[in-house]
């Protein structure tokens, strides 16, 4: 089941848990997800499948921690789909370059990103709001907006906002 037919959903993801940043890992970029991060991703993976979604694209930023959730979602929501890396989602990314690109996309497109905060929350407070609105994407959690228009600035409806709890107790 494709979820929208007539505009672009996108649905974005906050990486899994990955811990602070530690000595024996200076450069924050390679942090990698916790065996609880991991398994975090996993729970809320079935239940993003239990949805029925599909996703036509998967991008992750291209730190560790975002490529390792979004290579554990496609395993389980989409085993056949690639994952590309955008330097946009990166936590200091260009929100308008992102637009852009998402703009070349078939306009019903599925698209999945995956990222860091404070970008994704802004992001999602930018599309939904003029900007009066506060949202607090926490680690795993899981959003869908309605895009109605993605360039300059991408616009649309929030259609759900749920944490990792929401979503492992869709699994039972």
């Known amino acids: 089941m494709r979820i929208g037919s007539i505009g672009m959903d996108l649905f974005i993801l906050r990486h899994g848990d990955a811990g602070r940043s530690s000595v024996t890992v200076k450069d924050d970029s390679k942090r990698s997800l916790t065996v609880e991060g991991e398994k975090e991703i996993k729970d809320i993976s079935k239940g993003i499948k239990g949805l029925g979604i599909e996703f036509d694209y998967i991008f992750t930023s291209p730190l560790l921690r975002a490529k390792q959730t979004a290579e554990l979602i496609s395993k389980i929501v989409v085993p056949t789909n690639q994952i590309k890396e955008l330097d946009e989602l990166k936590p200091e990314g260009?929100?308008?370059?992102?637009?852009?690109?998402l703009s070349n996309?078939?306009?019903?497109?599925?698209?999945?990103?995956?990222?860091?905060?404070?970008?994704?929350?802004?992001?999602?407070?930018?599309?939904?709001s003029s900007g009066e609105c506060q949202i607090d994407l926490k680690k795993a959690g899981f959003a869908r907006i309605r895009v109605t228009t993605i360039f300059p600035k991408l616009k649309g409806e929030l259609r759900w906002l749920f944490t990792s709890k929401h979503l492992k107790r869709m699994t039972r």
């Open 105 to 128: 996309l078939k306009q019903d497109s599925s698209v999945l990103i995956v990222g860091h905060e404070p970008y994704l929350s802004e992001l999602i407070g930018e599309a939904i």
């Open 94 to 101: 260009n929100k308008l370059r992102l637009y852009h690109k």
